[in-house]
């Protein structure tokens, strides 16, 4: 019927060379050479005008039904390849677990005891129930202090020895958080009760000194629930106690303290026997039940729903823990003290098979 060439001929060395393309480079030199802006068949469509009037729509229509056909082709042969360029990959590329770790940069490296402690506070409060939150470093003056119960002129603001930014336009500042205590106020703002987060995160304030550095890391823990009472409070900074410095038994001593965003207020040490300095108490943290004022400023109704928090100082307990004097030093990136005091990358915290043994 059709005048044009001969379709069925070009069809089949077309699907010849897809089939016998050894590689997916190969596969694609057919497909330019086929169905590419100059391609064989492409270029069939130029010889349309060359045709008598009445073949032009037939012959047209075949044309492009090859070109489906050839493009299908391609697709199949093309997903075919991959498959078996993946498969020759995972072969070539098998790993043996149980060969020794080579000694080489893996073996070399330390994972900074900051992290480590960070990641054995991360498997005991998982245990207990707790997820991770996070927020970022900068934060609004609302987040960080207002919505936190401290208003502006409040002389807790005085104390937090705040890093500001610029003011903008509007007047507002933006400012590296001082406290974690933030990333409490963006839980309760988008999570319903129950609440059961900490919030580990860098840090800043103004000060320098041998246990005070201007950056440095806290760990903030938020319960929020309906009947959640101080003996909650006690009992879980107990086991975290425990836990964490690895015994049976620790003493803890709440004394009575203040911070806008708690009431009652309290802050917590403990009896150093359990690091071996007997006698001695030494603070860990700072706490208490979430003040009613914060919980509304949350939208969360006080009448309903009750809590407390904790912050802590994950330098400080890493430095009690670890028995290391200097907390300058944890920031001066001196590889002989990462050397010495760093982690193995095979040492992983588990509280089954011991945090640091
Ligand atoms: N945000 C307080 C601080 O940095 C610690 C704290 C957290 C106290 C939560 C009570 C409750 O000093």
């Given at each position: 019927?059709?005048?044009?060439?001969?379709?069925?001929?070009?069809?089949?060395?077309?699907?010849?060379?897809?089939?016998?393309?050894?590689?997916?480079?190969?596969?694609?030199?057919?497909?330019?050479?086929?169905?590419?802006?100059?391609?064989?068949?492409?270029?069939?469509?130029?010889?349309?005008?060359?045709?008598?009037?009445?073949?032009?729509?037939?012959?047209?229509?075949?044309?492009?039904?090859?070109?489906?056909?050839?493009?299908?082709?391609?697709?199949?042969?093309?997903?075919?390849?991959?498959?078996?360029?993946?498969?020759?990959?995972?072969?070539?590329?098998?790993?043996?677990?149980?060969?020794?770790?080579?000694?080489?940069?893996?073996?070399?490296?330390?994972?900074?005891?900051?992290?480590?402690?960070?990641?054995?506070?991360?498997?005991?409060?998982?245990?207990?129930?707790?997820?991770?939150?996070?927020?970022?470093?900068?934060?609004?003056?609302?987040?960080?202090?207002?919505?936190?119960?401290?208003?502006?002129?409040?002389?807790?603001?005085?104390?937090?020895?705040?890093?500001?930014?610029?003011?903008?336009?509007?007047?507002?500042?933006?400012?590296?958080?001082?406290?974690?205590?933030?990333?409490?106020?963006?839980?309760?703002?988008?999570?319903?009760?129950?609440?059961?987060?900490?919030?580990?995160?860098?840090?800043?304030?103004?000060?320098?000194?041998?246990?005070?550095?201007?950056?440095?890391?806290?760990?903030?823990?938020?319960v929020i629930d309906e009947k959640t009472h101080m003996g909650h409070l006690k009992w879980v900074l107990e086991e975290f106690a425990k836990a964490f410095f690895e015994v049976d038994?620790?003493?803890?001593?709440?004394?009575?303290?203040?911070?806008?965003?708690?009431?009652?207020?309290?802050?917590?040490?403990?009896?150093?026997s359990a690091i071996g300095k007997p006698g001695q108490w030494l603070e860990i943290l700072g706490c208490g039940m979430v003040h009613p004022n914060v919980l509304a400023n949350c939208?969360?109704?006080?009448?309903?729903?009750?809590?407390?928090?904790?912050?802590?100082?994950?330098?400080?307990?890493?430095?009690?823990?670890?028995?290391?004097?200097?907390?300058?030093?944890?920031?001066?990136?001196?590889?002989?003290?990462?050397?010495?005091?760093?982690?193995?990358?095979?040492?992983?915290?588990?509280?089954?098979?011991?945090?640091?043994?």
């Amino acid at each position: 019927m059709s005048s044009g060439p001969d379709l069925s001929r070009l069809e089949m060395d077309v699907l010849r060379e897809i089939a016998d393309a050894g590689d997916l480079a190969a596969l694609d030199a057919v497909r330019v050479a086929a169905i590419g802006k100059k391609g064989r068949i492409s270029e069939l469509m130029g010889q349309l005008g060359t045709l008598p009037a009445e073949d032009r729509k037939a012959f047209g229509a075949s044309v492009n039904a090859l070109k489906t056909k050839v493009s299908d082709a391609l697709d199949a042969r093309k997903a075919t390849l991959e498959m078996a360029a993946l498969s020759a990959r995972l072969a070539a590329e098998r790993a043996d677990v149980t060969l020794p770790v080579r000694a080489g940069a893996e073996m070399l490296g330390r994972i900074h005891p900051v992290s480590q402690v960070l990641d054995e506070c991360i498997e005991i409060f998982a245990d207990l129930g707790f997820e991770v939150a996070e927020g970022p470093d900068i934060e609004t003056d609302d987040l960080n202090f207002t919505k936190l119960n401290i208003p502006a002129e409040h002389p807790a603001r005085q104390e937090h020895d705040t890093f500001y930014f610029n003011p903008k336009p509007d007047g507002s500042r933006l400012l590296l958080r001082t406290h974690t205590s933030p990333v409490q106020i963006r839980t309760m703002q988008t999570k319903k009760p129950p609440i059961r987060i900490i919030a580990p995160g860098r840090v800043y304030r103004c000060d320098s000194d041998q246990t005070h550095t201007p950056m440095f890391h806290q760990i903030e823990g938020l319960v929020i629930d309906e009947k959640t009472h101080m003996g909650h409070l006690k009992w879980v900074l107990e086991e975290f106690a425990k836990a964490f410095f690895e015994v049976d038994n620790v003493t803890m001593r709440f004394r009575a303290s203040h911070f806008p965003f708690t009431e009652p207020s309290m802050e917590v040490d403990i009896d150093a026997s359990a690091i071996g300095k007997p006698g001695q108490w030494l603070e860990i943290l700072g706490c208490g039940m979430v003040h009613p004022n914060v919980l509304a400023n949350c939208g969360l109704d006080p009448e309903k729903y009750q809590g407390f928090a904790f912050g802590m100082g994950l330098d400080r307990i890493t430095m009690l823990k670890y028995g290391l004097p200097d907390l300058r030093a944890f920031f001066s990136a001196d590889l002989r003290w990462l050397r010495h005091y760093g982690f193995s990358l095979l040492d992983q915290p588990t509280l089954g098979g011991g945090l640091s043994s």
